[in-house]
């Protein structure tokens, strides 16, 4: 979705054709990132339910806990490191993806 929205700014039309793979990988970025910050918290929630199911045993009592301990950062932990890795994963697929689908004909 972030990145179908980003991609629709932009507009391709007036764009080198050399340029299109850089906006495609720069849209990729930005959606990965705002992915990553959506996804986080759950993802937090999650990960401590798995490490440690005894103290963990239903998703309200791990949101209560996390924030008790944490404060709303604490949902957020971790994410700079999976905002990058995720990011860069995922602007990579979609340039990759734009390209092929180019390539072949399939996509304008």
């Known amino acids: 979705m ?18 299109i793979p850089v906006v495609n990988f720069s849209c990729g970025i930005f959606a990965g990132v705002l992915a990553s910050l959506v996804t986080q918290p759950a993802d937090v ?4 339910m798995q490490l ?17 301990d ?3 950062r604490g949902f ?13 994963m995922a602007a990579m ?5 734009e390209e092929m689908m180019a ?3 399939l996509k304008s």
């Open 2 to 19: 972030f990145y179908n929205q980003t991609k629709a700014i932009v507009p391709h039309d007036q764009l080198d054709a050399a340029l």
């Open 45 to 48: 929630i999650k990960t401590h």
């Open 52 to 68: 440690s199911p005894v103290k963990f045993r239903w998703i309200g009592q791990a949101v209560t806990i996390i924030f008790k």
């Open 70 to 72: 944490y404060g709303l």
């Open 76 to 88: 957020f932990q971790g994410g700079v490191p999976r905002a990058l890795r995720r990011t860069l």
């Open 93 to 97: 697929a979609w340039t990759v993806y």
């Open 103 to 105: 390539k072949m004909g």
